[in-house]
């Protein structure tokens, strides 16, 4: 079973930065996709950000571009999540999600995010608060 633990998050000021991480283990195929969805209170969960296990592709969301980076960490089976420069429309609950994998056709994230739009899994969360 597929298991993500997020931690990370916390409460900062217009304009600084954070980094989240996320420790994942079960996956059975090599071409999982795993990154980060938020959701702030009254509005819908969105993509923030993916990977792709297999060829590295990322996914970013055009409303953090510039401003947010994914990254991994293979040997320590790890997702990062860097956020700089934030704002305050940037606090929500931010959750690890992954997709399983073992597709017939490999897509890139940013293409596998738009055929898949809701991950397979999902982690606990971990709440992001951007003071003003």
């Known amino acids: 079973e597929v298991q993500l633990v997020e931690s990370g998050g916390g409460l900062v000021q217009t304009g600084g930065s954070l980094r989240l991480s996320c420790a994942s283990s079960?996956?059975?195929?090599?071409?999982?996709?795993i990154g980060w969805f938020r959701q702030a209170p009254g509005k819908e969960r969105e993509g923030v950000s993916c990977?792709?296990?297999?060829?590295?592709?990322?996914f970013i969301a055009r409303s953090v571009e510039g401003r947010f980076t994914i990254s991994s960490d293979s040997l320590q089976n790890t997702v990062y999540l860097q956020m700089n420069n934030l704002k305050p429309e940037d606090t929500a609950v931010y959750y690890c999600?992954?997709?399983?994998?073992?597709?017939?056709?490999?897509?890139?994230?940013?293409?596998?995010?738009?055929?898949?739009?809701?991950?397979?899994?999902w982690g606990q969360g971990t709440q992001v608060t951007v003071s003003s």
């Open positions: 999600v992954a997709w399983a994998g073992g597709w017939l056709v490999p897509l890139p994230a940013k293409d596998r995010i738009r055929r898949n739009p809701k991950p397979d899994y």
């Open positions: 990977i792709s296990s297999s060829d590295g592709s990322t």
């Open positions: 079960g996956f059975t195929f090599d071409d999982y996709v």
